[in-house]
C-alpha cells in the first residue's frame, strides 16, 4: 500500500508540474502568462485582436517588455505598419505598400497572410537582436524648432534625417521634413507629397471622432507649396489651418505676406474691382 501511495503522490506531483510549465500565451486573449513572466527570454505568442486589420503581441525580451503591433492602413495609402515598442514610445517601425494587391481575387487571405508574415518578423528580430532605443520625437522636434529660429535649415534636416530613421511614420516629424525638403534640398514635388503624407498618416491614427487637427500640418504644406512657388495652394493651405486654429500666428503672418496675391471673391472680376473689395471686407 506505501507503494501505491507512493506512485499516486508521484503521478500527482508529475500532473502538477506539467500544468505548471504549460505556457497559457496560446489562451485568446491573454497577455504574459506566468510562465513568461518568471522565464523573460520566452517570447510570448502573437494574439490576434477583435478587429482583423490589427495584429498585437506582446514580448518578454531580457526582463523587458515590448509591444508588437501591425495594422492595414485606409485605402487613400495602402499599407501595413508594424510598431514595436517600449514603454508607449514606438522605437521601431516597418512599412510595407500592398496597392499591388488590390482588386486580386482573395484579398483579405492575402493581406492576413501578409500582416502575419510582417508581425512575426518583427518578433522574431526581438529575438535575435535588441532594438536601438532613440530619443522622443518630442525631443527631436524641439531640437529641430531650435535649429529654425537660429535660421539654420539644413542643420534642422540633418536632425530631421536622424529622427526619421528612428521614428519613420511620426507625422510632425514628416511635416517639417516635407517642408525643408522643398526649401532645401528645391525638391518641391516630393516635399508637398511628404507634408500630405503626414497629414493623412495623423488623420488614419487619430481616434475615433477626433476632430482636432494641428494647424503646423498646413503650416508646412503651404511651406513647401511656397517654396516651390505655388502661392495659390499656399494660400489655400495657410487658410486652411486657420479654420482649426483661427488665431495662428505664424499662419495670420503668413498670409499677410501674401495678402496682395489672395484669391478675389469673384474671381472673373480683378482684385481691385470695387465689388470684390466690398465683399471681401465681410468674408476674409
Known sequence: MEEVGT??????????????????????????????????????LKIKSARSSELASDIVVDGVRYHVQTEKLGARKPVIIT?????GEIISSRKSDYS?????YGLDKK????MEKQHMSA?????????????NPSIYLEEVKRLLRANNQRG???VLDTALTEHPFNPFLLSYYGWLKASVD??????????????????????????????VFYLNLGKAYLAGRDKQNAVEAF????????????????????????????????????????????VR
Open 100 to 104: 499591388n494587391l488590390l482588386g486580386d
Open 156 to 158: 534642422a534636416i540633418r
Open 7 to 44: 506512485a499516486e503522490e508521484k503521478a500527482r506531483a508529475a500532473q502538477s508540474t506539467a500544468n505548471k510549465k504549460k505556457c497559457s500565451c496560446s489562451l485568446e486573449g491573454t497577455r504574459y502568462c506566468e510562465i513568461c513572466l518568471e522565464n523573460p527570454n520566452k517570447r510570448a
Open 111 to 114: 493581406l492576413g497572410e501578409l
Open 186 to 215: 528645391r525638391d518641391f514635388a516630393r516635399g508637398v507629397e511628404i507634408c500630405r503624407d503626414a497629414m493623412g498618416i495623423f488623420k488614419e491614427e487619430a481616434p475615433f471622432g477626433h476632430e482636432v487637427f494641428y494647424p
Open 83 to 87: 510598431h514595436v515598442c517600449k514603454d
Open 239 to 282: 487658410r486652411k489651418g486657420l479654420e482649426s486654429d483661427p488665431e495662428n500666428a505664424d499662419l495670420l503672418w503668413e498670409l499677410k505676406s501674401l495678402g496682395r496675391r489672395k484669391k478675389p471673391v469673384i474671381i472673373f472680376l480683378k482684385r481691385s474691382n470695387p465689388v470684390n473689395k466690398y465683399i471681401g471686407m465681410f
Open 123 to 135: 518578433v522574431n528580430m526581438l529575438k535575435t537582436e535588441k532594438p536601438k532605443v532613440g530619443r
